[in-house]
């Protein structure tokens, strides 16, 4: 079992910074952020997969994102930039002790385990 927490999520005016954190309980090969706005179906914004060697990012998001791993302490991070209001969204950790996997980076159904999310609010 591995349990994941979030943290860094709050309010930040548009073109602004945030950076997400979530630790996982042991070490997990790989890792993504999810975020899911009211009325929309969870989406993948970002994943680092096979011990941090593959990072992938939704278009959305690509050149305003960076995900990252501190192995040494179970943690993986975002860094958002340029922050739109339509970033705005319950942001979840999910993770995956698997090395591979034959679902895609953003399926959800890859990650078996899951973090409670944080919310992340851009104002205009």
């Known amino acids: 079992q591995v349990s994941l927490v979030e943290s860094g999520g709050g309010s930040v005016q548009a073109g602004g910074s945030l950076r997400l954190s979530c630790t996982a309980s042991?070490?997990?090969?790989?890792m993504a952020w999810f975020r899911q706005a009211p009325g929309k179906e969870r989406e993948g914004v970002a994943a680092?997969?096979?011990?941090?060697?593959?990072?992938y990012y939704d278009d959305s998001v690509e050149g305003r994102v960076t995900i990252s791993t501190d192995n040494a302490k179970n943690t993986l991070y975002l860094q958002m930039d340029s922050l739109k209001p339509e970033d705005t969204a319950m942001y979840y950790c999910?993770?995956?002790?698997?090395?591979?996997?034959?679902?895609?980076?953003?399926?959800?159904?890859?990650?078996?385990?899951w973090g409670q999310g944080t919310q992340v609010t851009v104002v205009s």
């Open positions: 999910a993770a995956d002790r698997d090395y591979y996997s034959t679902y895609g980076w953003s399926t959800a159904a890859r990650y078996p385990y």
């Open positions: 680092s997969l096979a011990g941090g060697r593959l990072t």
């Open positions: 042991v070490y997990t090969y790989s």
